[in-house]
């Protein structure tokens, strides 16, 4: 396994992926004693964390497709997940107020304590 540096992990996602389940696995046989168990944990630690900042830096490199221009080349933005997301939730926001208040589907009427009738 090279390293980089103490946290840092140079190999592909797909190797640290594949070193972290022999982690699980070892760690799950139970045959390893509590200071080599300690270790493979801290390396299963490392190479989680190199697999999370990988899907992260993927992320950020995550494109939209916005419009086509009239030459036919499309055009693109950075995904922005904060920013799509805030866009997301103030669209639900403003089709929730245009809606007024939701009616309960009769599947969750039936389960519903208070609009039952009886009790059994």
Known sequence: MAKKNNDEISISFEEALDKLEQV?????????????????????????????????AAERKIELLTSVNDEGNVETEAFDDEESSKRERKKTRSRRRSEGPRKPSPEEEEGDVDTQRGLF
Do not use: F, I, N
């Open 24 to 56: 699980v696995r070892q760690l799950e046989d139970g045959q390893l004693g509590l200071s080599e168990s300690l270790a493979q944990y801290e390396e299963g630690v490392r190479h989680l964390k190199h697999c999370h900042q990988t899907l992260a």
